[in-house]
């Protein structure tokens, strides 16, 4: 995996972690250049769908959640046009959660990551 410039990522940016075809989006929060880690907060995770007809796919509201910390190497910098329909989409959604829906949320966001650090281990052991 290719090692991105850590000046590149500034609290507030948008990054994208992507496995095959789910992408994780979440704002950064700090860079921590020392250990090349970086503290984010993941605000959706995008499943992209099996019809051509919705551009967007499926997407889970992690609004709300956990904060990660993650090696720096696995995020690139997320782009305009991928983040703002999905940003749109959020926003316009109702929020109205409930319990049993917010656990399935965290469930989601830990499986993904799971598959993440079993596809890099190595990376994260460099933590």
């Not at 997320?78 to 959020?90: G, K, M, Q, S």
Request: charged share 20%; hydrophobic share 45%; aromatic share 8%.
């Amino acid at each position: 995996m290719k090692q991105p410039n850590l000046a590149n990522f500034q609290p507030c940016q948008i990054v994208c972690l992507e496995h095959e075809t789910s992408r994780l989006y979440a704002e950064v929060v700090q860079v921590v250049d020392d250990r090349q880690v970086c503290w984010v907060r993941p605000f959706a995770l995008a499943i992209p769908s099996s019809t051509e007809d919705d551009v967007l796919g499926a997407w889970i509201d992690l609004r709300g959640g956990a904060d990660l910390l993650c090696p720096i190497v696995l995020f690139r910098s997320a782009l305009d046009t991928e983040v703002l329909p999905l940003l749109t989409a959020l926003y316009a959604s109702s929020g109205d959660e409930d319990e049993v829906t917010d656990r399935a949320k965290r469930q989601q966001l830990n499986q993904f990551m799971r598959l993440v650090w079993q596809t890099h281990r190595q990376a994260f052991q460099a933590l």
